[in-house]
Structure formats: structure tokens, C-alpha cells
């Protein structure tokens, strides 16, 4: 079955340190996106993309960055990590071009900046 | 610019009786709107869905949402609610100019006791 996937799970860093959080979809969709989860926001936008090459700042962009070199993979990386970027962070990828379409996510990436 | 209002943070409701979580949200355009379930530790997983036609869409579980464009509502409900029920409901919406993103509201915990 198609799926997404994000890796680590969890994770502890310290502040300063460049963190690289990872999404893998076998869903063959041309859009990703990065939201990160905080009690009382929701799902706010990081960083998304339409396609390889493509990418795009979200709402709450600043101190992160993306990447996209193929289909499958929207890594999202903390140049230097603050203690505000503690959260759960989650890649979602969709289908439809041309309008909004379903969103399929990951479980989550713990993120603990100490 | 697009939000999502979900008003109550926390609902508490007996097993067996009936749920309604309501959702309001602010567009310019004719919205596509989405309820998702967060179970604890989980990823997002999509409930229903509304594009076009039918203002009561059924969903999974035994939900159901209504479009009510008058009132800017999207409210989810089901008539009998179970045990396994409980968890966070988010309400999103999106429209196709503005692309493939979706916003999404801060979420209702839903408790159920027996």
C-alpha cells in the first residue's frame, strides 16, 4: 500500500544545531507539505511544494528550509534550532493539481529543542 | 486572509448521545472543507470531505457535516457517540485559488465518558 512516512519519530537537539527531519511518500503525488502542531494553533504551514524543484513559504517559514530533488522525498531542515521550534511536526502530500485536494499524512515528528 | 474558527477547545459528551463540533471559517471564495480525527500519537486521518453538490456529506465512522454557506459553517456530527470517538477533530478548508493549501482550525478534544 502507498504511504508516508517521517523519520525520526522523536527527537532531542540543542539549540543551535541544524536538524534535518525526513518525508517519504509512495504515493506518487506531485504536492508536500510541512505543518507543525502546537496546542491551541492547530496545523499551521512551514514550507510546500508542487513538484521537484518547486517549493514554496508557508505561513510560519522563518528558520526553515526545504528541499526538492525528486518526487518522494520533502525534507525539512532547522538551519539552527530555537527552543520555539519544539513541536510536532507533520508532512502531508496531495494529488489534485488545479484545486484542494485531499491531504494524506504522515504520524509525526516529535521535535525537542533543549 | 482565510481562517478556520473552532470555537470550543475541549467538549466533553456522554457515550451514546448525539455530537455536534462546530467549524466557521472565513473565505472569498467557494470552499472546499475538510473534517480530519487525530487519535493520540497519530497522524491525521480524513473523516469527510465537501467540494461541490450536497450540503451533507457522510462520512467515516458515522459522521456527518453539513455546508451551510449562509452561516460560513461546517459543523460535524453524529448521532450516537462511542468511546473510541474521543479524540481531536480539526476542520479545514481550503479553495482552489489558493492553490493546494489547506488551513486548518486550532481543533476540538473530544472526551467521551461513560
Known amino acids: 500500500d502507498a504511504e508516508i512516512t517521517q523519520s525520526p519519530r522523536h527527537k532531542i537537539t540543542e539549540t543551535g544545531r541544524q536538524v534535518t527531519l525526513a518525508c517519504h511518500q509512495t504515493?506518487?503525488?506531485?504536492?508536500m507539505f510541512w505543518y507543525r502542531q502546537d496546542l491551541g494553533h492547530g496545523l499551521r504551514l512551514i514550507h510546500y511544494?508542487?513538484?521537484?524543484?518547486?517549493?514554496n513559504k508557508g505561513e510560519v517559514s522563518d528558520g526553515y528550509s526545504v528541499s526538492r530533488s525528486n518526487t518522494e522525498d520533502l525534507p525539512l531542515t532547522l538551519e539552527s534550532a530555537a527552543s520555539s521550534q519544539t513541536s510536532v511536526y507533520f508532512c502531508?502530500?496531495?494529488?489534485?493539481?488545479?484545486?484542494?485536494?485531499?491531504?494524506?499524512f504522515g504520524e509525526g515528528s516529535r521535535l525537542t529543542v533543549l | 486572509a482565510q481562517s478556520v474558527t473552532q470555537p470550543d477547545i475541549h467538549i466533553t459528551v456522554s457515550e451514546g448521545a448525539s455530537l455536534e463540533l462546530r467549524c466557521n471559517y472565513s473565505?472569498?471564495?467557494?470552499?472546499?472543507l475538510f473534517w480530519y480525527v487525530q487519535s493520540p500519537g497519530q497522524g491525521l486521518q480524513l473523516l469527510l470531505k465537501?467540494?461541490?453538490?450536497?450540503?451533507l456529506v457522510q462520512g467515516i465512522k458515522g459522521f456527518e457535516a453539513e455546508f451551510k454557506r449562509s452561516q460560513s459553517s461546517f459543523n460535524l456530527r453524529k448521532p450516537s457517540v462511542h468511546w473510541s470517538d474521543a479524540a481531536e477533530y480539526f476542520c479545514?478548508?481550503?479553495?482552489?485559488?489558493?492553490?493546494?493549501?489547506?488551513?486548518f482550525g486550532a481543533g476540538t478534544i473530544l472526551r467521551v465518558k461513560s
Open positions: 502531508a502530500s496531495s494529488a489534485r493539481t488545479g484545486g484542494t485536494g485531499e491531504l494524506f
Open positions: 465537501y467540494f461541490s453538490g450536497d450540503t
Open positions: 511544494s508542487y513538484g521537484v524543484q518547486d517549493t
Open positions: 473565505y472569498g471564495a467557494t470552499p472546499y
Open positions: 504515493w506518487n503525488h506531485n504536492n
Open positions: 479545514a478548508v481550503g479553495a482552489m485559488e489558493y492553490g493546494n493549501k489547506l488551513v
